[in-house]
């Protein structure tokens, strides 16, 4: 198949594309451009390029109907034949998937889209959504916004339009006014990274509360607003593995391919909607940046600003909206320019818009090269970010000029500062360059924009507290004295031309259950650890004595200053929970393994219900050994081992100043199936080319092996028998594997099916290592308790180039659950003191 991609490749590469080959079908491609103006018009007929400055050229996924316009603009196009190949190797491989009607899930648990399992469907969202709300009803609610375009034209069809809202719920009436965070994920429905960032995101957010200091004072003091699918039904269609942008909306034309249908959302937001006479939207129904006949004309739009804006006049004022309204920037397109002034500096709250791709930090203006009102601010919080990121910040104008933009819209009419991320370097993101790194340095950006969101156009000049340290402190008795630590650095900023001044940090404070600009709040002077305050980064210092504090959990903000503009930063938070010594109880013990009594490496969670106090401790590897510190009461305790059933106690009393022993003695998980492939083929379902062989290298023993498999194959070694799995759960496949597959084209799939075969979902892919790794998956929580369980290994390979094959050995399936059990059950399970009273 690659070979057969690159001819086409070359042969599109050299002729205009005028036949109707695959118009749907993407190619990367990159084109020389002569200038700034050059740029622009090529640009304007995309969304989403990569622009490498020094080299001028662009590179961009697009269509043959997208290199013609770029030729027609005079630029000279020539085609990724490698980029262009992976690309439809991915995407032919998640249509396999499709067709074979797999449901793949991601390390989520939640249904991943074929072939890019880690990224959830819109279901998968949903239900996460739904999963947050019953979890964790303090924190987590659901905001119903309105429908989507095809819910409007039938109400049984397409989607309410959600937003998920995350705050201290039982505080926020009291504190209406706390500063908000709304961003948009995958307006532009093929982007795939974008809603799995936020939904993680939002996982961080609740999933830390109460157990993350910065989590948990993220939560209690702002209030975030993720709309975590902006463009459900057009996502849906992307979900199939069409390069899809834009809403549904068929109204307004069919186009000639099924791709084109639809109005670019992010063309049709309401300030100043069709300014830039079509340079930065189009008028073309069939165009990707097709605005819609009048501004804010889709469902989709009104819904999103209805939710964060409120109504707008054309004046700019915009009332019942997330954001209080900052400064009046006009609506109207005929003044030509802003008419607004800048927003306050006290303005609170940051509005993001997400994207793929291009490694871009953006914000206002995306229609003029004016500098904003509020854009040497807007730039100081963007390169913040960006640090993190390690993306190009800069005004989005520099890409190319858009009209009727997300961001222009909300900076514009509301003064909010207002940021687009275009996230790494693909519409279909491997899941594991997303993962990988996409996904954990724009999680520390956006947990420094939260840092920052009570001020954002002053916070950012100061340092930021990156973390701060109680020293392990975190319940001592009234009277103790905590070492508090904490780190700051000043000089993180993606700089530019001009570049981002740095001060360095003059002095550090801590607060004491205040937040710093809280009224009266009381500043605690911290030492420099070095002794001196007078570098960019610096390690502060306080001994807190905890006489006089009362019983409960107590926050310690730390917040740096900046030399020479006395400007503060972002601070952070530890916490301390204190109590009377007489209410201070212990509990300790120690984990082995019940058959044979060896320690193990084991966590140990602690939890009272009544308080809502949760700690943990982590087992001496060398002992088995633990101490957990609590208030007394009675309270929980669970216990997990790798390889051992989880185990808990639902109530066991602990009394203060006392030591309570509890020993665990930790029963092994159960194997349901297992084969070391010694005894032949027995109990599986072979096709050629599988076969059990000897000597692979690597491996002395018997494996299950494709050799050198042929082009075009699918074949698959499945269990022959089901396997009953009733009243066990936390199933768990094992195996070892040696993938010897051409790399990013012929691929090994680890498959489970509950129903006797019929359907199957993937839990695992490999391709290009010809070394032999042991893998442990965890299955989806719908393989407990299956009475139909089969497991299939299956090798699908292209059309040129092979090697050695896939090779299988040690296949075991373990699970846990009431029958796994019953089966070591006996009247010792927990030893050493565990049935006193």
Known sequence: MRQALLAISIALAATAASTAHAESTEWVVEAKYADAQALARAASHFQHVRVNRKQQTLRVETDERGIELLR??????????????????????????????VVEFGSSGYPGIPGFACYRTVEGTYQTMDDLVAAHPGLVEIDAIGPSWKKTQNAAQGYEMRALRITNLATAAADPDRPKLVAFSSIHAREYAPAELMTRFAEWLVNGYGIDPEATWLVDHNDFRLILQANPDGRKQAETGLSWRKNTNNIDGACGSGNSIGIDLNRNFPFHWNITNGVGSSGNTCSETFRGPLRQSEPETENLMGYVAGTCNLAGECTGGVFTDRRSGSMDPASGNDDGGAAPDDTRGIFFDMHSYSDLVLWSWGDTAALAPNGTQLRTLGRRMAWFNQYDPQPAVELYPTDGTTDDSMYGLLGVPAYTFELDDAFFQSCSSFEGDTLPKNINALRYSARALHAPYLLPKGPDTVVVDANGADLVAAGTSVDISALLDSSRFRQGNPTEPVYPIASVNAYLDQLPWDAGASALAMSAADGAFDSNSETATLSLNTTGWSSGRHFVHVQGVAANTGQAGTPNAAYVDVAAAGDIATLSGTVTARDGGAPLAASVTVSNAATGEIRSADTNPADGAYTRRMLAGNVAVHVSAPGYLDEDLP?????????????????????????????????????????????????????????????????????????????????ALEFDDRCDTENNYDFGYAEYSIDGGNQWSRVYACDGRPSWQTQRVALPANASGSSGFKLRFRLESDGSITRPGWSIDNVRVTAGGEACRAQQLDDTIFVDGFDNP
Request: proline share 2%.
């Open 651 to 731: 109530a066991v009393g602990l009394v203060g100043t006392q030591t309570t022993v509890r020993n665990f003695a930790m029963l092994s998980r159960c194997t349901v199936f297992e084969d070391a492939m010694e005894n032949g083929s027995a109990g599986w379902v072979a096709q050629v080319p599988w076969s059990i062989v000897g000597n692979v290298p690597g491996n002395i023993t018997q494996v299950w092996s494709t050799g050198t498999y042929g082009n075009n194959v699918d074949t698959r070694l499945t269990t022959s028998a089901t396997i009953d799995l009733t009243g066990f759960d936390a199933v």
């Open 72 to 101: 027609s603009e005079g630029l000279d196009v020539t085609v990724d034949l490698v980029a262009s190949a992976e690309l439809h190797q991915a995407m032919a491989r998640a249509e396999g998937a499709r067709r074979a009607g």
